[in-house]
């Protein structure tokens, strides 16, 4: 699980904590966007202290809970790792990117106050008219997500070890 770790959920926080301190600098916080893709595509500069889509966005003392809620998850895989309950490499592969993931958002929270998004599609058509903002941490949980769907369905599960009795 360390060379996951080190392969690939330190370059996906790093490549995470890039972009956003690179849309920080050069683009003023609601006000500056570019427009990427003509129509489809910007990049922007917005703060959400909320959850997945803005939910509880601007709530007072989200930015805590949802810090609090990070941590908690973090120790719960943790725990769930250690149990063996991530028998192959897509739910090990899981684990990885949701360890970029919260360690990128939660990095936001403790820098910035706030988790920065920058990502803005719109698809013209419902729901991707326009399509919440997100970040590539949220990118990396949401990758993660259905790659532990998946795997509950193709991997094996955890060997138990027999009762005594």
Known sequence: MIRLLLLLSVP?????QWSKLWIVKNFELHVT????????FWLHHTANTGVA???????????????VISLTALAFIIWMYK???????????????LVAGIFGNLTDRLLHGYVVDFLRFD?????????PSFNVADSCV?????SLAIASFTEAPPATKPARG
């Open 12 to 16: 996906l926080y790093i490549l995470d």
């Open 33 to 40: 966007e570019q427009e990427v893709i003509p129509g489809i």
């Open 53 to 67: 889509f803005g939910m509880f966005n601007g709530t007072e003392y989200a930015n805590y809970a949802f810090g």
């Open 83 to 97: 149990k063996g309950a991530f028998p192959g490499w897509l739910s090990r592969t899981a684990v990885a990117l």
């Open 123 to 131: 698809f013209g058509f419902p729901p991707f008219n326009p399509w």
């Open 142 to 146: 949401v990758v993660a997500a259905i």
